[in-house]
């Protein structure tokens, strides 16, 4: 984002009608941030799903796309926040990959509204949620893609969505997880679903990974978040989805202070209950369900 908005101004100032320019030495940065304005707000809402991930992401260009749904209790959940939020239909659906806690909540949603498309990690297995979930799709002929890493997935002309990470053989389900990366204009947010450090070291290494915001990975584990990798992101803001007084400890004090040492503000789930990122393309509103959700402790 700070690389970037010097440059977008820079240009915005080169298209910008020069008469009114001479007229007006205030109009030029009127005529900059309104066009900053005219292709609408991007929401990223990383919503409570206690110990487990859901994301809902709202383009503008107004596609819908949620990503996970937490456990199977977290299912009415995540249609309310879906339903209070005016969401009809879900352009994507991403089951990034098949641990309960991450698709357990998908089986309602996916019998509640109609899915255009389901991207999928191709992770197979044997669990009774994870073959209810394969049996919804079948049902009501759902396309599904199977993540291949290095893709972009097109919902929104506007965003860019690339798939850092996905199954390879003799990967585990978090080994397996699907990594996104979306960017709109110069605002990127990486999403790390339950992704480990042997996969942050290969996409660090693979692919651009800087990014204004950051999904905390698998909770806040301490086999994920190195800080050699978040020193490559660089994350100005840091969001954790964790369920209070969990007994795996999550987040671990070391991965807070791996977050804290990179530079983000760390926001959690379990404090401010559901967090919502909202972005022109240069910069980030914070907001939350609760108050207090900035997470302090070391």
Known sequence: MKKHTFLICI?????????????????????????????GKLQVHFLDVGQGDSMLIQTPSHYNILVDGGDGESGEKVISELSARGVKKLDL???????????????????????????????????????????????????VTIAKEGSYITVDPLLSLQVLNANHPKATNNQASIVLRLTYRTVDFLLMSDAEAQQEYKMKHNYEVESEVYKVAHH???????????????????????????????????VVRNLQKAGAVLYATAKGGTISIETNGLSCQISSEKPNPIFNKE
Not at 23 to 28: A, W
Request: a neutral charge.
């Open 220 to 254: 806040g584990s301490r086999t994920s978040n190195t800080f050699a990798f978040l020193k490559k992101v660089k994350p100005d803001y840091a969001v954790v989805s964790y369920g209070r007084d969990n007994q795996l400890g999550h987040p671990t004090k070391e």
């Open 93 to 143: 659906l991403v089951a990034t990959h098949p641990d309960i806690d991450h698709i357990g909540g998908l089986l309602p949603v996916l019998e509640k509204f109609k899915v255009k498309q389901v991207l999928d990690s191709g992770k197979l297995y044997t669990t009774r949620t994870y073959q209810r979930y394969t049996e919804i799709l079948a049902e009501k002929q759902i396309p």
């Open 11 to 39: 240009c915005l100032i080169f298209c910008y009608p020069m008469n009114t320019a001479a007229e007006s030495g205030s109009g030029i940065w009127d005529y900059i941030f309104s066009q900053t304005d005219e292709a």
